[in-house]
C-alpha cells in the first residue's frame, strides 16, 4: 500500500513559534528512519510498505507529535492494492510516459 498522510501539531510549543516545520521534520525523521520506501512533498509524505508497516509508522509519528502538543492533526490517504510493490515510483513513471 501506499499512504499519502499529511500531521500537524495543533496548539502548544509549534503553533506558538508561528509555525510547525520543526515538529514536522520530527514525523517525517521518524518516516525516514523506518526503511521503507518513502518521500515529502509540499502538502503530504508518501510512504509505501505492508499495511502493520505503514500504519505502524504513522502512529509513530502521532505519538511524537503528540508528546508536545495537546491536540494533532492527521490525515491519510490510501491506495491499498494487495501484490503490487514499488508503486511509489512506478506510478509517476507510468505518468511521465505518456507525457512525451
Same mark, same amino acid.
Given at each position: ?12 510549543? $509549534? ?25 515529502? &512533498?509540499?502538502?503530504?509524505? &508518501?510512504?509505501? @510498505? ?15 507529535? $503528540? ?18 510493490? @514499488?508503486?511509489?515510483? $512506478? ?10
Amino acid at each position: 500500500m501506499i499512504a499519502a498522510f499529511s500531521i500537524s501539531p495543533m496548539g502548544g510549543p $509549534a503553533e506558538d513559534d508561528g509555525g510547525v516545520s520543526a515538529a514536522v521534520a520530527e514525523a517525517v525523521a521518524i518516516v525516514r528512519a523506518s526503511g521503507l520506501p518513502c518521500e515529502t &512533498n509540499a502538502m503530504f509524505t &508518501n510512504i509505501e @510498505g505492508e499495511w502493520d508497516e505503514v500504519m505502524a509508522v504513522i502512529k509513530a509519528c502521532v505519538d511524537r507529535l $503528540a508528546q508536545t502538543a495537546p491536540r494533532v492533526s492527521l490525515v491519510i490517504k490510501a491506495d491499498i492494492r494487495p501484490g503490487f510493490t @514499488g508503486q511509489l515510483t $512506478a506510478k509517476i513513471e507510468r505518468v511521465e510516459r505518456r507525457l512525451r
